[in-house]
């Protein structure tokens, strides 16, 4: 294949910085099923605030003055991307309510790939799976919609996202790409393709399951390893001993390594882990180390909230009918990205005590966190007082925040991330 017409499906945190880079190129669609987002990207904005502002007017002032022979167009008509000969799939890969894979969007996606499918197309898979999805969920998908053989009228790949939303230093084509393909031919086009925008370069994979595989493990390592010094920090907090004090000293030993207590969520680690404990289930193994490790991660909001309670207890200050102040809602600093946050399970928790909870976040969509969560965030703080004050995300604009502006005479401030001054805080995690 000598010219690429590439479509990215999604042009979300994911898509767009990888639609954009393709677009210096190749003529790259960016596809997404919300016209209010096409439009948006279409007029070089991005409330996402992932991409590169001025490189988005380059390419799509390029697609305009170059017949499309490179450049960026954003649309959500399926027609319009039909002459695209290979297509990227950057959908979101969610759990439902019992942590199950919900493969819904992914499967919505490939459906109408399918139905646009040509002879010669590939089809490469960047959305985060368990091993074997591709080639056993999505594939046949392909074939039954388009009436094509697969690895004889088209092909397909599988290269996972390692985008790390909010971190402007280890950016899309700073981190090695690993790449595979339906066949040995397909898997060098493939690598090829990538390594024209990855500066890091491209790491091969033997084939699909394994290059799926090694998205799983990533962040179910990251979460495992969270999660044991969660466990040390609910340990620690029994002791009477800071956790970070103890993290400072034990980091002085040169191959220790140094993660963070913290609330995990986001939309890869503290999802990941459950699409490859499902594959392992359903091989007849249970996955006790990884399944372990994400109950500890996902109890450390009730723990929050119940040294919170503790706290104004041992202050005397009334639990019921108190007001409570969460600091980020975000689930990482200095990013508007709130998907599958667990500062929302702090608020409930502390709602469920009868406290009076309000939350602020500069970075947040106030609109998205009302649509996805049903919980109101202001816009701005005022000069109202409060008994407690949860500092959740370590936003810049909250190092500087004076908090005795808002603090009543006697009042809890816990301190969450371990970002502030440790003599303005009642305790830290």
Same mark, same amino acid.
């Given at each position: 294949?000598?010219?690429?017409? &590439?479509?990215?499906?999604?042009?979300?945190?994911?898509?767009? +910085?990888?639609?954009?880079? !393709?677009?210096?190129?190749?003529?790259?669609?960016?596809?997404?099923?919300?016209?209010?987002?096409?439009?948006?990207?279409?007029?070089?904005? #991005?409330?996402?605030?992932?991409?590169?502002?001025?490189?988005?007017?380059?390419?799509?002032?390029?697609?305009?003055?170059?017949?499309?022979?490179?450049?960026?167009?954003?649309?959500?008509?399926?027609?319009?991307?039909?002459?695209?000969?290979?297509?990227?799939?950057?959908?979101?890969?969610?759990?439902?309510?019992?942590?199950?894979?919900?493969?819904?969007?992914?499967?919505?996606?490939?459906?109408?790939?399918?139905?646009?499918?040509?002879?010669?197309?590939?089809? &490469?898979?960047?959305?985060?799976?368990? +091993?074997?999805?591709?080639?056993?969920?999505?594939?046949?998908?392909?074939?039954?919609?388009?009436?094509?053989?697969?690895?004889?009228?088209?092909? *397909?790949?599988?290269? +996972?996202?390692?985008?790390?939303?909010?971190?402007?230093?280890? @950016?899309?084509?700073?981190?090695?790409?690993?790449?595979?393909?339906?066949?040995?031919?397909?898997?060098?086009? &493939?690598? *090829?393709?990538?390594?024209?925008?990855?500066?890091?370069?491209?790491?091969?994979?033997?084939?699909?399951?394994?290059?799926?595989?090694?998205?799983?493990?990533?962040?179910?390592?990251?979460?495992?390893?969270?999660?044991?010094?969660?466990?040390?920090?609910?340990?620690?907090?029994?002791?009477?001993?800071?956790?970070?004090?103890?993290?400072?000293?034990?980091?002085?030993?040169?191959? !220790?390594?140094?993660?963070?207590?913290?609330?995990?969520?986001?939309?890869?680690?503290?999802?990941?882990?459950?699409?490859?404990?499902?594959?392992? @289930?359903?091989?007849?193994?249970?996955?006790?180390?990884?399944?372990?490790?994400?109950?500890?991660?996902?109890?450390?909001?009730?723990?929050?909230?119940?040294?919170?309670?503790?706290?104004?207890?041992?202050?005397?200050?009334?639990?019921?009918?108190?007001?409570?102040?969460?600091?980020?809602?975000?689930?990482?600093?200095?990013?508007?990205?709130?998907?599958?946050?667990?500062?929302?399970?702090?608020?409930?928790?502390?709602? #469920?005590?009868?406290?009076?909870?309000?939350?602020?976040? +500069?970075?947040?969509?106030?609109?998205?966190?009302?649509?996805?969560?049903?919980?109101?965030?202001?816009?701005?703080?005022?000069?109202?007082?409060?008994?407690?004050? &949860?500092?959740?995300?370590?936003?810049?604009?909250?190092?500087?925040? #004076?908090?005795?502006?808002?603090?009543?005479?006697?009042?809890?401030?816990?301190?969450?991330?371990?970002?502030?001054?440790?003599?303005?805080?009642?305790?830290?995690?």
């Amino acid at each position: 294949m000598n010219l690429h017409k &590439i479509a990215v499906i999604g042009q979300g945190y994911v898509g767009l +910085p990888l639609a954009l880079e !393709f677009a210096r190129h190749f003529p790259v669609y960016g596809f997404d099923i919300n016209i209010n987002r096409v439009q948006e990207l279409n007029t070089g904005k #991005d409330h996402t605030q992932e991409a590169d502002l001025m490189l988005l007017s380059k390419v799509i002032n390029e697609a305009q003055v170059s017949g499309f022979s490179k450049g960026y167009i954003a649309s959500a008509s399926l027609d319009t991307i039909k002459d695209a000969n290979v297509y990227i799939v950057t959908v979101p890969t969610p759990i439902d309510k019992f942590n199950a894979p919900d493969l819904g969007p992914l499967l919505g996606a490939t459906k109408m790939l399918a139905e646009i499918l040509k002879k010669g197309d590939i089809v &490469i898979y960047e959305s985060t799976v368990y +091993p074997g999805c591709t080639e056993e969920d999505c594939v046949p998908v392909l074939e039954k919609i388009s009436g094509l053989k697969y690895n004889e009228d088209f092909f *397909v790949g599988y290269s +996972p996202e390692r985008i790390v939303p909010g971190d402007k230093v280890n @950016t899309l084509t700073t981190i090695k790409k690993v790449t595979s393909g339906s066949t040995p031919e397909i898997a060098e086009i &493939i690598d *090829v393709l990538y390594k024209k925008i990855i500066k890091a370069g491209t790491h091969k994979a033997s084939n699909i399951k394994v290059a799926e595989a090694s998205k799983a493990i990533e962040n179910a390592q990251r979460d495992v390893n969270i999660s044991f010094v969660n466990e040390l920090a609910l340990i620690f907090d029994r002791i009477g001993i800071d956790t970070n004090d103890v993290l400072e000293a034990a980091s002085t030993k040169f191959n !220790f390594l140094k993660y963070k207590p913290g609330l995990v969520g986001g939309h890869c680690i503290s999802v990941d882990p459950y699409y490859l404990a499902h594959k392992a @289930t359903q091989l007849g193994y249970h996955p006790n180390v990884i399944l372990s490790g994400r109950r500890v991660n996902d109890s450390v909001a009730e723990f929050i909230a119940s040294k919170v309670i503790k706290l104004m207890i041992s202050k005397n200050i009334s639990v019921n009918n108190a007001n409570a102040l969460i600091l980020g809602i975000t689930f990482k600093e200095n990013c508007p990205d709130v998907r599958n946050t667990k500062v929302v399970d702090v608020y409930s928790e502390l709602k #469920d005590y009868g406290v009076n909870v309000d939350i602020y976040d +500069p970075w947040a969509n106030v609109d998205e966190v009302k649509e996805e969560y049903n919980v109101t965030v202001l816009s701005e703080l005022s000069e109202k007082k409060y008994d407690s004050i &949860i500092v959740a995300v370590a936003h810049d604009k909250f190092l500087d925040l #004076d908090l005795k502006k808002i603090q009543n005479e006697v009042s809890v401030v816990f301190d969450i991330k371990a970002c502030l001054d440790r003599n303005l805080v009642d305790a830290r995690l």
